[in-house]
C-alpha cells in the first residue's frame, strides 16, 4: 500500500479495528490490569502513542507509567509493574520482545497486528489494529494503536468516555476538510530546512509522531517536545527556515503566534490563531484527539515529500537488529 493509500484508508481500517478490538478486548482477563501498577511499552511511533491511555489513566487514580522498552529489557526494570501493555505493530520489536522475556509472571497484554508475531506469542492476550497491511512509513497503524490503546483503557476503567464507533466519521471529515487546505499549509514550508513539532497534554503523541514522521518521509532534522518544555530553551534556533507544528489549544495558541512572529511557517492544529494556518479538528474526547490530529499532518508531509522529489516508500537507513527475523518487518 502506498502512503497515500494507507492515509486515506484509515477511516475503513479504523472501523474495522474497533470491531476487531471490542471482540478482543471480551476475551481479556482485565482484573489485573485494574490493580496494582500498569506499565506500558513500545518503540518508534509505538512510544508516542502511549501518551493518551497513560495521562487517562492516570487522571482516573491509576498508577500507569510509561517505561521505554529498552529500559524494560533490563531485568530490575521488568520487575515495576504488575501489568504490561506492550505495543508493536510487526510484534517483532527487538527491544519490546526483549522486554517481554524479562517479564516474569505478570500478565501482558500485546498490542500488535501480527498474531503470529513473537510478542503476540508470548502475551497473555492480543488486542490487533485493524484488517488493513501498514504502509512502510507508518499510518494505519499508528492511528489504529491510539484507538486500541484508548479503548483498553476504557475498559479498564469500566466507561464509555469515547464514543469509537464515530471516529472512522471523523477521520474521513477530517481528511476531507484538510485535503482542501493541505497544498496552502505544505506551501508555506516549502524551503524548511528542520521542523519542530509541539503538543501539550494528548497532543504530546502528535508531536512526537510529527517528528518521526518528517524525518522517515522528507529525511529533515525534527524535533517533537512538550508544550511547557518547548518554552523553556528548545525554541531558541527559530527562525523562517523551521516549520512548526503545534497541537492544541490552550497555550499552544500563543505560542503558535509567537513562533509566526520570528517568520516561522506554523501549523497549528486544535485553534485558530492569527498570522497561522490552523485546521480544527472536530471535537472529540482526549483519548480521541490525536487519531485526528496527525491526519492534516500525515497530508502536507505527503505533499512536501511530492514536492521534493521524495517517494515515501521505506527507511534508507534501516538496521538490521532492529525486528526480529521471524517478524515481519513494518
Same mark, same amino acid.
Given at each position: ?23 478482543? %478486548? ?33 487522571? =482516573? ?10 529500559? %524494560? ?5 521488568? &520487575? ?13 520489536? @527487538? $527491544?519490546?520482545?526483549?522486554? *517481554?522475556?524479562?517479564?516474569? #509472571? +505478570? ?32 499510518? %494505519? ?10 479503548? *483498553? ?6 466507561? $464509555? ?5 464515530? /471516529? ?15 497544498? @496552502? ?45 518547548? /518554552? ?18 490552550? &497555550?499552544?495558541?500563543? /505560542?503558535? $503566534? ?14 485558530? =490563531? ?34 521534493? #522529489? %521524495? ?18 518487518? +513494518?
Amino acid at each position: 500500500m502506498t502512503f497515500r493509500e494507507g492515509v486515506f484508508a484509515q477511516p475503513e481500517n479504523l472501523r474495522g479495528a474497533a470491531a476487531a478490538t471490542r471482540d478482543a %478486548l471480551a476475551e481479556v482477563d482485565l482484573a489485573r490490569l485494574r490493580e496494582g501498577t500498569l506499565v506500558l511499552s513500545g518503540i518508534g511511533a509505538s512510544w508516542h502513542a502511549l501518551v493518551p491511555a497513560v495521562r487517562a489513566l492516570r487522571a =482516573a487514580g491509576r498508577r500507569a507509567f510509561a517505561v521505554p522498552a529498552p529500559d %524494560l529489557a533490563d531485568a530490575p526494570a521488568a &520487575r515495576l509493574g504488575d501489568a504490561f501493555v506492550l505495543v508493536s505493530q510487526s510484534g517483532a520489536s @527487538a $527491544e519490546t520482545v526483549a522486554a *517481554l522475556e524479562r517479564i516474569d #509472571g +505478570a500478565p501482558v497484554v500485546a498490542v500488535t497486528a501480527d498474531a503470529a508475531s513473537p510478542l503476540a506469542r508470548g502475551a497473555a492476550a492480543r488486542l490487533p489494529l485493524g484488517p488493513l497491511p501498514d504502509t512502510s512509513v507508518a499510518t %494505519l497503524s499508528y492511528t489504529a494503536t491510539l484507538q486500541a490503546l484508548g479503548m *483498553l483503557c476504557d475498559a479498564i476503567l469500566e466507561r $464509555e468516555s469515547e464514543r469509537w464507533d464515530d /471516529l472512522p466519521h471523523l477521520a474521513a471529515q477530517t481528511l476531507e476538510v484538510a485535503t482542501a487546505d493541505s497544498d @496552502a499549509a505544505a506551501a508555506r514550508m516549502a524551503r524548511v530546512r528542520a521542523v519542530d513539532a509541539v503538543g501539550g497534554g494528548a497532543g504530546l503523541a502528535s508531536a512526537g509522531e510529527t517528528a518521526l514522521l518528517v524525518r522517515e518521509a522528507l529525511r529533515l532534522p525534527a524535533t517533537g517536545a512538550e508544550t511547557r518544555e518547548y /518554552l523553556h530553551g528548545p525554541m531558541e534556533p527559530v527562525d523562517p527556515d523551521f516549520g512548526c507544528f503545534v497541537f492544541g489549544a490552550g &497555550r499552544e495558541r500563543r /505560542l503558535a $503566534e509567537t513562533l509566526a512572529g520570528y517568520g516561522a511557517p506554523v501549523v497549528l492544529i486544535g485553534a485558530a =490563531a492569527p498570522g497561522v494556518h490552523a485546521f480544527r479538528p472536530p471535537p472529540t474526547g482526549e483519548l480521541a484527539a490525536p487519531v485526528l490530529q496527525i491526519l492534516p499532518v500525515q497530508l502536507i508531509v505527503m505533499r512536501l515529500a511530492a514536492s521534493r #522529489g %521524495l517517494a515515501i516508500d521505506g527507511l534508507r537507513r534501516q538496521q538490521d537488529d532492529t525486528k526480529l527475523p521471524t517478524g515481519k518487518a +513494518a
